[in-house]
């Protein structure tokens, strides 16, 4: 089996390709926008006009996994056309690229649990009402619709994975490492909300192993799946199990202001995923023990 990694050389890509270059029944090739020069399955794409047809006529791939993209709820709203570009004209490319170069290669968007934004009831089911509260949010639903429309008139098998609140080794946005660079500079922490909402936390490397699932399955046609654990946690405990493995000694606070673009409870319902067979490898604690040794290691 080949599979192609969009952005590898990100979070979550090189999760992936760390993740299909020990297993036994993978080929495994990236593409990002960073140079490398030791590896003959790589390609460097152009992030100001990528062009994905060259890679898809020199290679016929059976999987195409797109962790490619801006991931920032913040700045999506400062740079709402940056964050189009990379999270849903990169997508039409690439789904172009395939159809026209290679139309048996399956395709695996990863996409976001902020298409949800306040979901109700909780948890919530992958037929869930979309209602994205950023731009982020909702060029992310805008990049699943593409893959809807690329399925239904052209007959490319996609799979979109909703995915929660990912963390682990590599990870240099969002809460924890906020909360690290914080705790090397301040005596005492505060942060935006109430410390009471909730978040579904997944390992890094769960995440591949989830995509592996999905793999090894066999699927054809489309389909949508949350990707999480069914364990929401709030902010406040999350925040002060980091702290306490960084040896924080300081006050933490929560000011109550809930930034725009946040939401405030997430719990998925997994049930989807189950099926395939995926069980957790990393719990929490683990997991978050895990990051806070690739913390300090950079220290």
């Known amino acids: 089996m080949k599979v192609l990694i969009i952005g590898s050389k990100g979070f979550i890509g090189s999760a992936c390709h760390s993740y299909f270059q020990h297993a036994q029944h993978c080929e495994v090739h990236g593409a990002d926008v960073v140079a490398e020069y030791n590896d003959p ?46 999270n849903v004209h990169l997508v039409m490319l690439l789904l172009t690229a395939i159809k026209e170069n290679n139309s048996s290669c399956k395709f695996i968007q990863l996409s ?5 934004g306040n979901p109700s009831p909780l948890p919530v089911k992958e037929t869930a009402a979309l209602e994205p509260l950023s ?34 080794p590599g990870l240099k946005k969002q809460l924890f490492w906020d909360l690290f660079k914080k705790s090397q500079i301040n005596g005492d922490i505060s942060l935006l ?35 999480a654990n069914s364990a929401a946690i709030c902010i406040e405990e999350a925040a002060k199990t980091l702290l306490t493995n960084l040896n924080f000694k300081g006050n933490l606070t929560f000011n109550g202001v809930v930034r725009r673009g946040d939401p405030l409870h997430w719990h998925a319902d997994t049930s989807l995923l189950k099926d395939l067979g995926y069980k957790q490898n990393i719990g929490f604690e683990e997991g978050i023990n895990l990051y806070c040794k690739w913390l300090k290691e950079r220290e």
């Not at 700045?75 to 990379?86: H, I």
């Not at 490397?205 to 389909?223: E, V």
């Open 41 to 86: 399955n790589y390609y460097v794409i152009d992030g100001s006009n990528s062009d994905f047809k060259e890679i898809f006529k020199s290679q016929k791939f059976d999987w195409c996994i797109n962790c490619a993209g801006a991931a920032s709820v913040p700045d999506s709203f400062v740079n709402p056309a940056r964050d189009y570009l990379l």
């Open 112 to 116: 976001s649990a902020a298409v949800y």
């Open 135 to 168: 731009p982020y949010g909702i060029h992310k639903r805008h990049a699943e619709e593409l893959c809807e429309l690329y399925h239904n008139f052209f007959g490319i098998n996609i799979f979109i994975l909703r995915i929660f609140s990912a963390y682990g």
């Open 193 to 227: 909300g109430t410390g009471k909402e909730t978040r579904e936390f997944i390992f890094v490397s769960d995440i591949a192993a989830a995509i592996d699932t999905l793999i090894n399955s066999a699927p054809t046609g489309f389909k949508i799946i949350n990707i």
